[in-house]
């Protein structure tokens, strides 16, 4: 028996193992450092009076607030003034039903399931939300199921200023501009716009929010006396010059590349409500484009591929989700559906079967930095681009991250023929072919324009099988009898060079498991040369928990 504990035992972490630096993004100004504002200003920076308004307006009893990292030091206050502010405007409306009377709860959405500038449904639901305030910057993809307020938030600017480094940047009068800026900031537009306009700048257009994020510039509307030069400057859009105020997110960069004649911008100075960012380099944006189509590259050779969900709230998600399985097993390869939270490399490195993956998101969060990932992660567009046949690949430069502007048909596939979503074999197929297997040599080569190697796995799923299975112990390599040919979901082994079968259906992610994983469970014995081996007898373990395991019934382990 060991001896017992005299003190707890140390359970923290180490320091050599503690992290250097907080990779957690932190807001522009620390905590210590943050400026005390008067509530006052605050009541104008989080729009307490609208948005109680709006909240008694939509009759809402249940209300999530979801802030991002930088304004969580704000969401006691938040909750406070606006609980006033929602007693103060009910007691001012006319009298409601006694049922409608129940006291108003605030619920705060600290960390966000994906990315904080969409709208976190589900952690809504688990409050049983009627609806849910989403404070800071936002992509304005539309939600599937909850409405939403957007409090983007009052900031200041200094128009001079602006105006200023506006005129370094163009030093021609006549040049033709259209200004926007980040939603934290897009108040200030209309009015920067208007001062240009007394300096001589006349081509200057000015935008406003809107949401939708397929337009020309995602989530705007270029602010013009008629609908006719709104009509013209769309269609000649890329005559002008964008000038942004406030720092862009690197997705808005590589679509509006392609789309204007070339990007500004004036980064605004630091502020407690602003996560810290990298201002980028609009001149290395061809740079990243390039990056990106080396990608697709990649992927067009790739046998599996993941469908990374990446959002639970964004509407259509599940649609697109069919749509992009469609496309895949049209051209031939493998899908497998992966929803995660907040992506890293750990997590995709799990899946070591998968040779590349693409991201179901908001247009913003569909574009993930490669840094540390193993396999390829694109955007749906970059995927219609690598699941087209070499012949018929174009790209423009043109360039998207959302979900938005999925197409539905099938992809072209070059000289390759559309196949059926991925069923089993059917009885067809295989005529006048010997073995039921159709002749390889009649599929043109594929090569990795990257390597510039043969590739014979890219499309598995056009691997003929047999189309009628043989009897007795030849069926899959295994003796089983007829009556156990359908069973439910058992992977099953074939003969070197066959894929594994699920269901009767091709899985290459089970012929994965079969030929290359080292560790493929208890009890699997896969290649195991004497099956008449004994079992291994079955030993009580441990219980108990850490700081003390029983093993057994007698022994104490500490």
Not at 217 to 225: A, D, G
Not at 365 to 378: A, D
Not at 433 to 438: A, C, L, N, R
Request: glycine fraction near 8%; aromatic fraction near 6%.
């Amino acid at each position: 028996m060991a001896s017992g504990l005299s003190a707890p035992p140390v359970l923290s972490t180490p320091a050599e193992h503690i992290f250097i630096e907080d990779p957690t993004p932190s807001s522009a100004t620390s905590q210590a450092k943050r400026p005390r504002r008067s509530d006052r200003e605050l009541y104008e920076v989080y729009e307490i009076v609208r948005t109680a308004v709006e909240i008694q307006q939509n009759g809402w009893r249940r209300i999530a607030l979801q802030f991002p990292d930088a304004m969580l030091p704000d969401a006691p206050w938040v909750v406070g003034a606006l609980s006033a502010e929602l007693e103060k405007t009910e007691k001012e409306g006319q009298e409601q039903e006694q049922e409608q009377k129940q006291k108003q709860r605030l619920y705060i959405l600290a960390d966000t399931s994906y990315s904080a500038c969409c709208v976190d449904e589900i952690a809504a639901e688990h409050a049983n939300a009627d609806g849910v305030v989403h404070y800071g910057r936002a992509c304005l993809s539309p939600t599937s199921r909850l409405p939403v307020i957007h409090v983007f938030t009052r900031q200041k600017l200094d128009y001079d200023t602006v105006a200023e480094a506006f005129q370094k940047e163009f030093t021609e009068k006549t040049e033709k501009v259209v200004v926007m800026a980040d939603v934290m900031f897009q108040e200030h537009v209309a009015p920067i716009s208007e001062l240009l306009r007394e300096k001589g700048y006349n081509n200057v257009v000015a935008t406003e929010i809107v949401r939708d994020p397929t337009g020309k510039i995602p989530n705007r509307k270029l602010l013009l006396p008629n609908a006719s030069d709104r009509e013209q400057v769309d269609s000649n859009l890329n005559e002008y010059h964008l000038f942004h105020i406030s720092t862009p997110p690197t997705s808005l960069l590589l679509t509006l590349s392609s789309r204007l004649a070339s990007l500004r911008i004036y980064s605004t100075p630091s502020s407690p409500y602003i996560t810290t960012s990298k201002t980028p380099d609009p001149s290395s944006t061809p740079g990243m484009l390039g990056r990106r189509y080396a990608l697709v590259i990649r992927l067009a050779t790739a046998s599996i591929i993941g469908i990374l969900v990446n959002t639970l709230s964004v509407k259509n998600y599940m649609s697109t989700i069919s749509t992009l399985k469609s496309q895949i097993a049209a051209a031939g390869k493998k899908s497998y559906t992966i929803v995660v939270g907040k992506l890293n490399a750990a997590k995709l490195a799990n899946f070591a079967e998968v040779d590349g993956w693409v991201v179901v998101g908001c247009w913003e969060s569909g574009l993930v930095e490669q840094e540390g990932l193993w396999k390829p992660v694109v955007t749906p567009f970059e995927l219609g681009l690598a699941l087209q046949g070499d012949e018929s690949r174009v790209w423009t430069g043109e360039w998207w991250g959302g979900i938005e502007g999925v197409k539905a048909l099938p992809v072209a596939n070059g000289n390759h023929e559309s196949a059926p979503e991925q069923e089993g074999p059917s009885e067809h197929e295989a005529e006048g072919v010997e073995g039921g297997i159709d002749d390889e040599e009649s599929e043109a080569p594929e090569f990795d324009l990257r390597t510039g190697k043969l590739v014979s796995h890219s499309r598995p799923m056009r691997v003929a099988i047999r189309s009628t299975p043989r009897s007795g112990p030849e069926i899959n390599g295994i003796g089983i009898g007829p009556d156990q040919r359908l069973a439910s979901s058992a992977v099953v082994k074939r003969a070197t060079g066959d894929v594994a079968l699920v269901n009767g259906v091709a899985s290459p992610g089970a012929e994965f498991l079969r030929s290359q994983r080292t560790w493929q469970g208890l009890g699997t014995e896969f290649g195991a040369e004497d099956d008449e081996e004994a079992s291994t007898i079955v030993e009580e373990g441990r219980s108990g928990v850490a700081r003390g395991y029983t093993v057994g019934q007698d022994q104490i382990r500490t």
